[in-house]
């Protein structure tokens, strides 16, 4: 069974939604983010399948394809994976390598993680599909980028009123620029 990983960036008060710009998706003008790119290419090698939902794959369709002088490798790798994108409404996805996955979400999801000899599957951003995810008990890993900010507002990973009473830490890692990865597996 394929694993499906839950990767954000996140501010140290746990929003996930940005309210404020603290995260740059190029790191125009941030500190050193080589080794934080380096580990983001890594886990993208691991990976053959982005899941997100529409909101998110339209931002993400909007942003990334015009970008011609991408020195970060996000918008090749976003062209050529594997995008599955979670909607009732969206017809004709316009960006190569798309599927548009129409059914119930979880059944969906569960289906594609049975599907034999695949890699990782990454959702990112999504907030609405990872809420429905985790409370299906899907989500086999969660990978949080975590940004020395507190943005003191915004949507959170975890739906409220939910809770995981162990997460199992799989590794921690801080890199030059301040930010940390903390990577958790359901206990």
Known sequence: MRTLAITENVTVDGAVEMLTDWFDPQAAGAPDMSDVLEESHRQDSRADALLVGRRTFEDFRRYWPRQTNDTTGVTDYLNRVQKYVVSASLTDPAWE???VL??????EVAALKERAGGKDIVLTGSITLAHTLIAAGLVDEYRFFVYPVVQGGGRRLFPEGYGIP???LLESRAFRGGITLQRYAPA
């Open 102 to 107: 129409r059914g119930d979400p979880v059944a």
């Open 166 to 168: 162990r997460l199992r």
């Open 97 to 99: 390598n798309s599927t």
